[in-house]
C-alpha cells in the first residue's frame, strides 16, 4: 500500500482488500466520538471494506455489512467508555434530495446518542455534511478493468 501523508489529509494505491481493511484501521484509530467520516465512491470501490476496518480499529461488536436495507447499523464498542460505530448506506435516499439524514436517524431509534459514536456514511456526500460540520470525507476510486483502488481523504468543516 502506497501512502503519501500530509496531516488530516492523504492519497493511498491498496492493491488488495486487506490494503482498503488497513487504510480502514489506520484511519479509524484517530476517530473519536461524535467524528462523522462520509465514504464516496462508485459500487464496488470498496466503501463496506474499508467500514470494516474502522470497525476493526474501534474494537466495536458485530460483523460490518453493507446496510443499504436497513439505512443504518449500531455496532456497539466493546470497551466500556468506548464510542459505538454507527454504519449507516445512505443509497435508498439519494433519489429524495430533500432527505432530512438527522430526522431519518433519528427515527431509526437507535438506542444511542450520534454525539457518543463515530457516524460512518456510505454514499453521504451533500447528506452527512448535516450531522456535522467537520468530517473526514474519504473518496475511494477504482482503476478500470483492475482491482487497483484509490483512496483520498481529508476533514472538512472547522
Known amino acids: 500500500m502506497a501512502d503519501e501523508r500530509r496531516p488530516g489529509t492523504g492519497v ?6 486487506e490494503d482498503t481493511v488497513a487504510l480502514g484501521r489506520r484511519l ?10 462520509v465514504l464516496s465512491g462508485p459500487l464496488g470501490a470498496g466503501k ?29 464498542a466493546r470497551q466500556a467508555g468506548a464510542p459505538a460505530l454507527v ?15 438527522l430526522a431519518e436517524l433519528d427515527s431509526l431509534d437507535l ?16 447528506l452527512a455534511e448535516r450531522l456535522s460540520e467537520r468530517h473526514l470525507d474519504i473518496r475511494l476510486e477504482r482503476a478500470a478493468d483492475s482491482e487497483v483502488r484509490t483512496a483520498t481523504w481529508a476533514w472538512s468543516g472547522s
Do not use: C, N
Not at 484517530?30 to 467524528?35: E, N, T, V
Not at 457518543?116 to 451533500?126: L, N
Open 12 to 17: 493511498a494505491t491498496l492493491d488488495t482488500a
Open 28 to 37: 479509524g484509530a484517530q476517530l473519536r466520538a461524535g467524528d462523522v467520516v
Open 48 to 76: 463496506t471494506v474499508l467500514a470494516k476496518g474502522i470497525a476493526a480499529a474501534m474494537d466495536v461488536d458485530g460483523p460490518v455489512t453493507s446496510p443499504t436495507f436497513v439505512l443504518a447499523r449500531l455496532h456497539r
Open 87 to 101: 454504519h449507516v448506506d445512505v443509497y435508498r435516499l439519494l433519489d429524495h434530495a430533500a432527505a432530512d439524514l
Open 111 to 126: 438506542d444511542t446518542d450520534l454525539e457518543d459514536a463515530v457516524v460512518v456514511v456510505e454514499w453521504g456526500e451533500g
